[in-house]
Antibody, heavy 118, light 108 residues
Framework: EVQLVQSGAEVKKPGESLTISCKGS????????ISWVRQMPGKGLEWMGR????????NYSPSFQGHVTFSADRSTSTAYLQCTSLKASDSAIYYC???????????WGQGTLVTVSS | VLTQPPSASGTPGQRVTISCSGS????????VTWYQQLPGTAPKLLIF???HRPSGVPDRFSGSQSGTSASLAISGLQSGDEADYYC???????????FGGGTKLTVL
């Protein structure tokens, strides 16, 4: 069974950094890109970017470039999202998803709730 | 970048459609995907490549695309269809995926 399991909820202070993990199982992890999607409270979905786990090549949405970094560890089938200098506006649910088409994601992580507050 | 109506509604058994308007750099040149997001859950793939359903998605759900617009149709509306629906497409100008703002479907 294909699964993407994300790390648990986080509470951070402004200025701190954050790392979210997304562990894939039940499929060949290096065969599919992993994308990251943000959903702010009560808002829609925003594509942050994606990473190819086979070689860790990543491309980022201009809206998030410079603020987030994607990485992947093939040995543990885990993708990571790192965010630095957190602000209150980074409070959101972050999802990882497996890409099977240009904009098609067939499996999603359960989401990681991030709260940034002083 | 993709424009959807913020809300839609229908009564049980009715057919509803949700529109998604884009441009030549996204819908006009790339396949459209639709997602259903039930409250408190991750999005679920509903339609891919404009009009294909993953296994397990009822044929009550259908998609279409024409020019720079797409639409999702839901027939035989059920209370369990109450959810947010998002369209998405690859955008060649942005070199990334763009989502619509989402449509909240209410079953009256």
């Amino acid at each position: 069974e294909v699964q993407l399991v994300q790390s648990g909820a986080e509470v951070k202070k402004p200025g701190e950094s954050l790392t979210i993990s997304c562990k894939g199982s039940g499929y060949s992890f290096t065969s599919y890109w992993i994308s990251w999607v943000r959903q702010m409270p009560g808002k829609g979905l925003e594509w942050m970017g994606r990473i190819d786990p086979s070689d860790s090549y990543a491309n980022y949405s201009p809206s998030f470039q410079g603020h987030v970094t994607f990485s992947a560890d093939r040995s543990t089938s885990t993708a990571y999202l790192q965010c630095t200098s957190l602000k209150a506006s980074d409070s959101a649910i972050y999802y990882c998803a497996r890409q099977v088409g240009a904009s098609a994601y067939d499996y999603w992580g359960q989401g990681t709730l991030v709260t940034v507050s002083s | 970048v993709l424009t959807q109506p913020p809300s839609a509604s229908g009564t049980p058994g009715q057919r509803v459609t949700i529109s998604c308007s884009g441009s030549s750099s996204n819908i006009g040149g790339n396949p459209v995907t639709w997602y259903q997001q039930l409250p408190g859950t991750a999005p679920k793939l509903l339609i891919f490549s404009n009009n294909h359903r993953p296994s397990g998605v009822p044929d009550r759900f259908s998609g279409s695309q024409s020019g720079t617009s797409a639409s999702l149709a839901i027939s035989g509306l059920q209370s369990g269809d109450e959810a947010d629906y998002y369209c998405a497409a690859w955008d060649d100008s942005l070199n990334g995926v763009v989502f619509g703002g989402g449509t909240k479907l209410t079953v009256l």
